[in-house]
């Protein structure tokens, strides 16, 4: 005969924290519940009324406004003078130039009859117009397209690094960009 022992029954469950509910729940569409709304965020609060806004107030900001325009024209007329005003002998007119040659880093300038003067009013222009965000130009001024001598030479940095890397520290200034320029003019106008 053998002797079998009987297990204890594990079904019906065990009631408590950690055993299985004591209703199964099977949802359904019928049993599901009524149908949750989306959220929605909340509304915004209303606005405050408007402030109303006094003559004297009005008439304030609109003296302020006229002081700050005539303040403005003052200042204007004092730092550039008259409008009749000659411009000072010592800013040279931009004369006629071509380039001559495209290099990488600048260019050559052509300008006819070219003096000192005229050389580094070319170069300026140039340099205004060409410099955008670059870091290093050269430029130089002849006096014609075979010339083997320059009237001016220009160098330009934006920035201080730049002045360091390219020229190893030869160029260097207070202010950035800057352009530094030697005119030898060696046929002497």
Known sequence: MSVHQQQPQQWPPQQGPYGPPTQPWI?????????RRPYLPPPRPPRPPAKKTSP??????VG?????????TVAK????GTPS???????????????AKTRRNGADLLVK??????AQAAIRD???RNAGDRDYLTVQVVRSADAKV?????????????????????????????TVMNCPDPAGS
């Open 85 to 99: 005003a000659k411009p000072s002998a010592t800013v040279a007119t931009v004369p006629d130039y071509s380039v």
């Open 77 to 80: 007329v004092a730092t550039e």
């Open 150 to 178: 320059y009237v001016c030479s220009a160098e330009y940095v934006a920035d201080e690094r730049t002045a360091q890397i390219k020229t190893g520290g030869r160029i260097t200034a207070d202010d950035y960009p800057t």
């Open 56 to 61: 004297l107030t009005v008439v304030l900001v």
């Open 126 to 128: 140039w340099l205004e």
């Open 113 to 118: 009859g070219a003096t000192v003067e005229s």
């Open 64 to 72: 302020a406004i006229l002081l700050v325009a005539v303040v403005g």
């Open 27 to 35: 949802e359904t569409s019928e049993t599901a519940g009524p149908p």
